[in-house]
């Protein structure tokens, strides 16, 4: 998935993991993402498309637990 979104753009797989416009991976993966991005660098709120709403719900649920 990170390659597909890289090609897209312009960007190495790593860089766009590393980027915080991209969420990317499991479930407890992303969920300690956001944990990082929020300690590191303050971010409190995420867009999440439509269509991805569903598939990111199991991780809302675990952030609010």
């Given at each position: 998935v990170?390659?597909?979104i890289g090609a897209r753009w312009g960007l190495d797989a790593d860089a766009v993991l590393?980027?915080?416009?991209a969420l990317?991976?499991?479930?407890?993966?992303?969920v300690a993402t956001v944990r990082e991005r929020r300690a590191r660098l303050g971010?409190?709120?995420i867009s999440v498309f439509d269509r991805?709403?569903?598939?990111?719900?199991?991780?809302?649920a675990r952030l609010r637990a």
């Open positions: 990170a390659e597909e590393a980027s915080p416009a990317i991976g499991t479930v407890d993966e992303m971010i409190s709120y991805d709403m569903a598939a990111f719900a199991p991780v809302v």
